[in-house]
C-alpha cells in the first residue's frame, strides 16, 4: 500500500463501511457503529482542528485503547492521529499519537 485515500469531514461523522482503509480528515467527533467492519478493517483518525475531538463507541460497539486496555469513548488532541483496527465482530483496538 502506497496511498491512504482521505475522507474529508467537516461536522460530527458516523464512519461508513466503505471507510476502511482511509484516513478520515476532521474537526469534529467521530462515531464507530457497529455491523460495518470486518477483522482486519483499519480506519485513521486526523483531527486537523484547533481543538479536540471524541471518538465515540456506538451501541453493541467495544474500542480498546492498546496503551492501557481500558475500552469507551476517546479523546484525540488537536493534530492528532490514531488508527483503529478491528479486531473481532464490532470490537477495535485503537492506538495513536494524541491520543487520550
Known amino acids: 500500500l502506497r496511498s491512504i485515500p482521505r475522507n474529508n469531514q467537516t461536522s460530527?461523522?458516523?464512519l461508513v463501511a466503505a471507510?476502511?482503509?482511509?484516513?478520515?480528515s476532521t474537526n469534529?467527533?467521530?462515531?464507530?457503529?457497529?455491523?460495518?467492519f470486518s477483522i482486519g478493517d483499519a480506519i485513521t483518525?486526523?483531527?486537523?482542528g484547533s481543538s479536540d475531538i471524541t471518538i465515540t463507541q456506538g451501541s453493541s460497539v467495544?474500542?480498546?485503547?492498546?496503551?492501557?486496555?481500558?475500552?469507551g469513548n476517546r479523546t484525540?488532541?488537536?493534530?492528532?492521529?490514531?488508527?483503529?483496527?478491528?479486531?473481532?465482530?464490532?470490537?477495535?483496538?485503537?492506538?495513536?499519537?494524541g491520543l487520550s
Open 12 to 14: 460530527a461523522y458516523t
Open 19 to 24: 471507510d476502511a482503509g482511509k484516513f478520515i
Open 28 to 36: 469534529n467527533n467521530v462515531t464507530v457503529n457497529s455491523g460495518l
Open 45 to 48: 483518525i486526523w483531527d486537523r
Open 62 to 71: 467495544t474500542i480498546y485503547n492498546s496503551a492501557d486496555a481500558t475500552t
Open 76 to 97: 484525540l488532541a488537536a493534530k492528532g492521529l490514531c488508527t483503529l483496527l478491528c479486531v473481532a465482530s464490532n470490537e477495535f483496538v485503537i492506538s495513536g499519537a
